[in-house]
């Protein structure tokens, strides 16, 4: 248990999970928010001057090379900040008695399988993205034991870019709308990625080694349920019509299409669904549906027009 009021790092602040962990993690300790202008994350000299100077007993990194069309042209930066950075701050963890909680993804996976992945899957990223998303894992996990992993998938919420924004947005815009319907995943919000990592994290202060012995390791971390990307696009026009939103395309109208008619320079994998049992074992969580999620982005984006 720790006896002083715990320094929580938090990188990548101004992304979706990083401006939701601010809020989550406010009242377990004195936040560190850390932006992208404040620290380059693909200087490695620059992330350990950092964590000598600051002295986190915490790091949460969310910060990540997101951009998964771009990144296949931009192998060397993806890589720097999602498998480089990483592993630098799992040393540095080792080395000060600290805790990385870190962030990764379903496309570490080809989604070429029936069922949900479990933790224990073999890996087979499709695309450099999911490929330096899994060599920061690799990493993090050979540095220290003293991680938390989460793999999450489709993440969204009121704030930053997503596709749940993006539909509202082209449905008020557009006369029609075709999405793609043979990917299958669980749409997850970053609010309920942020009061996970908070869970998580007041374990940590309250048990300190007994954790680290304990809890430590790779988890899934998704929304209750699943959905194609054409049945999640139809649920947050249609539930946006029923709140009174303006919009040209209604949700019935929205066409489903193959992932061959949408090309794209990344592979996606075609099932992203991830097996959450072990996480909720472990923290005694209950995850709650992908659709309380949107319901409540969408009453956030409104209120805040």
Known sequence: MMTHIPKI????????????????????????????????L????????????????IIVNPAAYTAVDKAEADQETARAVNAVAPDLMAQWVEANGALLVHYSTDYVFDGNQAHAYIEEDDVHPQSVYGL?????????????????????????????????????????????????NDQIGSPTSASLIADVTAHIVRDYIAFGEEFIDECTGLFHLTASGESSWHEYAQYVVGLAEHLGVELKVKAKDIKGIPSSAYPTPAKRP????????K???????????????????????????
């Open 9 to 40: 790092l938090i990188t990548g602040v101004n992304g979706q999970v990083g401006f939701e962990l601010q809020r989550a993690l406010a009242p377990l300790g004195s936040l560190l928010p850390i932006s992208r202008s404040q620290l380059d």
């Open 42 to 57: 693909t200087d490695g000299a620059s992330i350990v001057a950092l964590l000598d100077d600051l002295k986190p007993d």
């Open 132 to 180: 330096t998303k899994q060599q920061g894992e690799v990493a993090i996990i050979k540095a220290t034991k003293r991680h938390v992993i989460l793999r999450t998938s489709w993440v969204f919420g009121a704030y930053g870019n997503n596709f749940l924004k993006t539909m509202l947005r082209l449905a008020a815009e557009r006369d029609a709308l075709s999405i793609v």
């Open 270 to 277: 075609m099932n992203s669904r991830l097996n959450t049992d």
């Open 279 to 305: 996480i909720k074992a472990v923290f005694d969580l209950h995850l709650p549906s992908w659709q309380e999620g949107v319901f409540h982005a969408i009453h956030m984006i409104r209120n805040n027009k």
